[in-house]
């Protein structure tokens, strides 16, 4: 498994950035669309995380909304609703609360201090987990991707979220912006500290229901600050909300795209003869022109071949001119040979003039002796190799390659 799982922040916002407004009630954000937009993401996760303010609060259910996407998990051999995962440094959770309701896994991560208190009201209601004193991120990633949670949404609150991004923790951020304004300085926003602290006085403290978390190593340095920026992959209009996907994670663009490819490819309907791919093409503005992933339309797609199939008038349509000077990102080498279909992806690639090509795992030879990048380099395309992602792409075809393939 990756040393931590892929981790997608998922936030409302009002026009002018309020996560809530001031009431006791808690403000619809979001639109029905929306929802069940939020609702398609949860069933292509194996967990998801809220704070233990948000439990006490908010009281959700995190359960998957439309019975049939619970139904294509479990017929995956997943459970039909992802886990539940909460963090608290005081042990203060109500066993009654829907967040432990039978259905799904339980998972709370505990300070250590506070794992008395927490044994004694939840009992066996959760799995209780000691994350250390102060309460670490870092171990709580690492110890879910040791229990196989590959893929992780993070729903709030505030503070948690902000935690995420300033510890540079999350790969994907997807704000919904919602088209009112709240104007109340009392209601929550994203809870982000300073780029530095203000020189005259020492920093606000951290609610009381807030977790106490392990110290920033490096607080003062932001790592999504105007210096080094989100990528933006998506702007999309879903019912009234306008609904932003930005990529963070280290490594820049480049690594950020890539890693999405690779993600991509878990959507991919499980197959014993064929790889699970997937492939970002990206134009040379940074536009995000097409995504792809294996068998997402037919029986033999090839991710790299259903991205371009969507930049043509049809499949034998004319290409897009953006790809003449587009990158594409595949998850694995584009293949240079295959039986399923006349035309390898590497030819689909020379044909469309795409110029250069990024890729995360050599193709094992389980299927054929693949040699794309020697094909696509002899076609005078530029390949580049990331093998630091390797290991998440060889993890998502672990049912055909083994673990240590």
Not at 162 to 189: C, I, K, N, S
Not at 301 to 322: C, M, S, T
């Amino acid at each position: 498994m990756p040393p931590r799982p892929y981790v997608v922040l998922s936030c409302a916002t009002s026009a002018d950035g309020y996560l809530d407004d001031a009431s006791p009630q808690r403000l619809i954000l979001s639109g029905p669309a929306d929802l069940d937009r939020v609702d398609e993401v949860r069933a292509g996760c194996d967990a998801i995380l809220v704070g233990a303010q948000t439990v006490r609060q908010d009281n959700p259910r995190l359960l998957i909304r439309d019975p049939r996407r619970s139904a294509r998990r479990a017929a995956r051999g997943l459970p039909a609703h992802p886990a539940r995962v909460t963090l608290t440094a005081t042990g203060d959770l109500d066993p009654q609360a829907r967040f432990f309701a039978p259905g799904a896994l339980r998972l709370v991560y505990c300070a250590t201090p506070a794992l008395g208190r927490a044994r004694a009201r939840l009992g066996d209601s959760a799995v209780l987990i000691d994350a250390g004193d102060p309460l670490s991120l870092d171990f709580m990633l690492t110890d879910l991707a040791e229990r196989s949670m590959a893929r992780v949404l993070v729903e709030g609150g505030a503070q948690v979220l902000g935690e995420f991004l300033t510890r540079d923790l999350a790969d994907e951020l997807t704000l919904a912006v919602a088209p009112f304004f709240v104007a109340a300085p009392a209601a929550p926003r994203l809870n982000l500290p300073a780029s530095a602290p203000a020189p005259a006085s020492a920093p606000a403290p951290a609610p009381a229901s807030a977790p106490a978390l392990a110290a920033n190593p490096d607080p003062v340095a932001n790592p999504d600050s105007p210096a080094s920026p989100m990528t933006l992959a998506e702007v999309s209009r879903v019912g009234e909300v306008g609904l932003l996907r930005y990529l963070l994670g280290p490594g820049g663009p480049e690594h950020r795209y890539l890693r999405w490819a690779v993600e991509l490819s878990r959507l991919c309907p499980p197959s014993d003869s064929a790889f699970s791919v997937g492939a970002v093409i990206v134009g040379e503005d940074g536009e995000v022109l097409a995504t792809g992933f294996s068998r997402e339309q037919e029986d033999h797609d090839h991710a790299e071949e259903v991205a371009l199939r969507k930049l043509a008038a049809g499949k034998r349509g004319p290409a897009d001119p953006r790809l003449r000077h587009a990158t594409l990102y595949s998850s694995l080498v584009p293949c240079g040979a295959r039986a399923s279909r006349p035309l390898t992806c590497v030819q689909h690639i020379v044909a469309a003039g795409i110029p250069r090509v990024v890729f995360a795992w050599r193709e094992p030879p389980l299927f054929t002796d693949g040699e794309g990048a020697e094909q696509l380099r002899a076609a005078d395309v530029a390949v580049t190799e990331v093998p630091e992602l390797a290991g998440r792409a060889r993890a998502i075809n672990a049912h055909l390659v083994g673990s240590g393939a």
